[in-house]
């Protein structure tokens, strides 16, 4: 049986679809399809770039369009299409560069479809071999005059590195948005977005929602990062797993079970497809 109420379904990578081996659950999957045959979209939202979802898109079938940049950006990674985008600004990237070599803090950069390093670094080794996204090793210093940078990232486990991310934030915070992210396969990691200040999941959301002709009470969402609060506060239905963050869960309409128990299917037995 399907509750014909909702008529889209957004979702989550890390830590709400992806378990600690970077694994979608076979359970998962097949109640995913589930939905997809009842005829309600699936719809991914996540902080990631789109070429690091490809291969989740081909394992789940899943065509349409997608939320990635943490909401900076929706496509149809199929053809290209962008319904909504939030750049940085470039005179703010040029900025970030200069900031971050006078103060040895790698930053990194992503447009819709490349991600450019200044160098090859550990960051860019997990980049590589986790979400199969490969650098392009360029100049920064005059890499912001020539493409369009939907988003930053700074990659920090280290005391050091968490510092110079901290001082990197002290001095944007009031020009940038930030947005600290993890993935249960690097639980010492912390993924830091850096992202044009309106930039939300949540936003992404309504614009998505306008395009697609349907209310956003008509939305079942569910996630596990504070990156996803934005994105739960504008759903009709807002599902939080168990291994989510206490500020989520604030939020949150329902609880379901952890990734690693297969969450996301707990969910969708209870209010989508039962």
């Known amino acids: 049986m399907t509750d014909k109420t909702y008529k889209l379904l957004v979702v989550d990578i890390d830590g709400t679809l992806l378990n600690k081996n970077g694994t979608i659950s076979s359970v998962d999957k097949e109640a995913l399809s589930r939905v997809a045959a009842a005829g309600i979209p699936i719809v991914i939202s996540t902080g990631r770039v789109m070429n690091a979802c490809k291969d989740i898109l081909k394992q789940l079938s899943l065509e349409g369009n997608h939320i ?95 510092s110079g991310a901290n001082d990197f934030y002290t001095h944007f915070q009031d020009t940038l948005g930030f947005s600290w992210t993890k993935t249960p396969a690097y639980p010492e990691v912390d993924f830091i977005n850096v992202l044009a200040p309106d930039v939300s999941k949540g936003k992404a959301l309504a614009a998505l929602a306008v395009h697609l002709g349907i209310t956003l009470d008509e939305v079942v969402a569910i996630g596990d990062g504070t990156n996803d609060i934005s994105l739960l506060s504008r759903a009709g239905l807002a599902i939080a797993m168990d291994n989510a963050s206490d500020e989520l869960k604030a939020v949150a309409d329902h609880v379901t079970l952890d990734v690693d128990h297969n969450g996301v299917a707990a969910a969708i037995n209870k209010f989508l497809c039962r």
Not at 112 to 132: A, L
Not at 133 to 145: E, G, I, K, R, S
């Open 68 to 162: 990635f940049f943490d909401g900076a950006l929706v496509i149809n990674p199929g053809n290209g299409t962008e319904i909504y985008t939030r750049p940085i600004d470039q005179e703010l990237v040029r900025q970030m560069i200069e900031f971050a070599d006078l103060n040895e803090i790698t930053v990194d950069f992503y447009t819709s479809d490349r991600y450019f390093v200044g160098r090859e670094t550990w960051e860019s080794d997990i980049r590589r071999d986790f979400y199969k996204t490969y650098p392009n090793v360029v100049n920064l210093n005059d890499f912001w005059q020539k493409e369009r940078v939907i988003k930053a990232t700074i990659t920090v486990r280290s005391p050091v590195e968490k």
